[in-house]
Each structure stands twice: as structure tokens, then as C-alpha cells.
């Protein structure tokens, strides 16, 4: 990926969708409906190659399936199955955006 033109507006998407996802998993400052909303609107305008956004949203998919799921089964707190789905696609993800931030630098 070349971030040359974009690479200071990436590198600030990028940290910022760690940023959300580290306050959620270590304090859970935000909500999960607010984490999948931000992340989803942070990789919508990120400046990359279609092929590195979808990788993105792959991963974020795993997320907003897990809330549809919740939603549509009344479910208020998520199952300890569910918890593991998000915390490995979180992980999953996070391990993606630093990728995506060293093609960067």
C-alpha cells in the first residue's frame, strides 16, 4: 500500500481505530454499538486500496454480526462465546491496522 500522498491522514485513522478499540477491551469506555459505528465509519474513509478496506471490513463484520445477533435475540449482555468472537476479531484487527500502519512508515 503506498500512504505517501494520504500517509499523515491514514496514520490518524489508523490510531484512532486502536484507540477505540483499546478503550473498549481495557476499560470499556464505549459501548459497543459506539465501537462498531466508529470503526466502521473510520475504515469508510480511510485512503486505501479497495483490496486492504475489505480486509478491514471482514474483520469488522465478525462485530457487527455478533450485535445483529444480540439484537435480534433480545439479548442484552453477550454470551461468553460471543465475548471470544469479539475479542479475537478485535485482536484480529488490531494485528491488520499495525500491519497497515508499517506499510506507512
Known sequence: MDCSEESSFNKRQFNLMLDRI???LESRSISFE???ADLEGLIEILEIPEDERDRLRTKWGVLEDVYAEALFSGIRRLEEDDVARVEQAL???K???KGLLMQCH
Do not use: R
Open 95 to 97: 494485528e491488520l491496522i
Open 22 to 24: 483499546t478503550s473498549f
Open 34 to 36: 459506539k465501537l462498531i
Open 91 to 93: 485482536q484480529d484487527l
